[in-house]
């Protein structure tokens, strides 16, 4: 049961049991809490032994697609994947290139301030809300690293999620798990964090008015002024090669 592709090696037979697994849980309509069919069910409807489906199950357990739960009442769950497995797929593609986390820098500066035009143009009323209060909740809490860096994600994720765009949601949200600068020694002082409130602030009024060249302008200020604080402060943490092994340093994201 393998699939030949033109120049590349047959696909296991697993994988393409996960595929039509996907397959059919969009074609039922099912959803997040939905149970698969019991294991004897599957068996049969794939035509497949234990050991294949199970690794199939397996593998898209490891993609956030399913959980499985062991003992009477359990097996397969239905779960919304988020980005976590396409953050370790890039942390692995990263390490193997001898990466450095200059290269997650360098492109949150290159896309972040079009993704802030695309959401001053397309962003909902409910998530220019939702940033209101991520900037207030960091202004109240500067004193707290935690939420610091809670709120600054939040900001990030919900201008990338704006611009209705899932790719950019998924990928702004990879990066900022690969690459928060806490976990390779990064500090963010007083001083620092007053200036990214700034810099949240500048950028949310621009989206409030739905200006695509100045939200842009201020996003691209603020990427910058980070970009030149690691270059100043933490050139060595910029410099350092990616490696799979920030997933668990930055609270055991394994897919």
């Given amino acids: 049961m393998t699939l030949h592709r033109s120049g590349s090696r047959p ?37 497949v032994g234990r050991g294949t489906l199970r690794e199939a199950l397996r593998f898209l357990e490891l993609q956030n697609v399913l959980s499985l739960k062991p003992g009477p009442g359990g097996g397969p769950t239905i779960e919304k994947p988020d980005s976590s497995a396409l953050c370790n797929a890039m942390l692995l593609l990263l390490q193997f290139e001898r990466a450095p986390f200059a290269n997650v820098a360098e492109t949150r500066g290159g896309i972040e ?10 962003m909902s009323d409910a998530i220019l809300d939702d940033l209101e209060v991520s900037v207030e909740r960091m202004a109240g809490n500067l004193n707290d690293l935690g939420v610091f860096l809670e709120t600054n994600k939040e900001f990030h994720n919900s201008v990338a999620w704006g611009t209705e765009n899932s790719l950019f949601g998924f990928l702004v949200d990879a990066m900022l798990d690969i690459f928060d600068g806490t976990v390779v020694g990064v ?11 700034k810099a949240h602030r500048r950028i ?3 989206l409030r008015l739905r200006d695509g060249d100045a939200s842009e ?3 691209a200020e603020h990427i910058s002024e980070y ?8 050139p060595e943490a910029l410099a350092r090669p990616i490696t799979w092994d920030i997933a668990w340093a930055n609270g055991g994201r394994r897919g």
């Fill in 204 to 206: 949310l009024d621009a």
């Fill in 11 to 47: 696909e296991k037979a697993a994988l393409i049991v996960a595929r039509g697994i996907v397959q059919d849980i969009e074609r039922r309509g099912l959803t997040t809490g939905d149970r698969l069919p019991a294991e004897r069910d599957m068996l049969a409807g794939y035509n």
């Fill in 217 to 219: 302008a201020a996003m």
């Fill in 187 to 197: 500090d963010y002082d007083e001083r620092r964090r007053r200036a990214v409130l």
């Fill in 113 to 122: 301030p079009l993704l802030a035009r695309l959401a001053a143009e397309r």
């Fill in 227 to 234: 970009s030149r604080y690691m270059s100043s402060k933490f």
